[in-house]
């Protein structure tokens, strides 16, 4: 089992940056692919972006292309998301969430979750 917690959110101005922290405690946190996800109010959550096992491959969605950058450290069973450029749109409960397989975009490949970090993105 992992359990995992994020840290870093906060407020920003547009085009501000923040880092984004997801520590993970419990076994093996290397075999877990891992993905952040956000959840803006009166919408859906969606996915943001996701990183293997070994941190060589990445995925991300669109609206974040060119501007969020994923890595993991598994020493430290930590992975971070460096979000650059920030937009107001970009306000969201940020979460992290591990997968047993390799790596994953969907929500259902996902078995655990963290409670969420805000990050409010003010124009």
């Known amino acids: 089992q992992v359990q995992l917690v994020e840290s870093g959110g906060g407020l920003v101005q547009a085009g501000g940056s923040l880092r984004l922290s997801c520590a993970a405690s419990?076994?093996?946190?290397?075999?877990?692919?891992v993905g952040w996800f956000r959840q803006a109010p009166g919408k859906e959550r969606e996915f943001v972006v996701a990183?293997?096992?070994?941190?060589?491959?990445?995925s991300y969605a669109d609206s974040v292309k060119g501007r969020f950058t994923i890595s993991r450290d598994n020493a430290k069973n930590t992975v971070y998301l460096q979000m650059n450029s920030l937009k107001p749109e970009d306000t969201a409960v940020y979460t992290c969430?591990?997968?047993?397989?390799?790596?994953?975009?969907?929500?259902?490949?996902?078995?655990?979750w963290g409670p969420g970090t805000q990050v409010t993105v003010s124009s």
């Open positions: 990183i293997s096992r070994s941190g060589g491959t990445t």
């Open positions: 969430a591990a997968s047993r397989l390799r790596w994953a975009t969907r929500e259902y490949d996902y078995t655990y």
């Open positions: 419990g076994r093996d946190f290397s075999s877990y692919g």
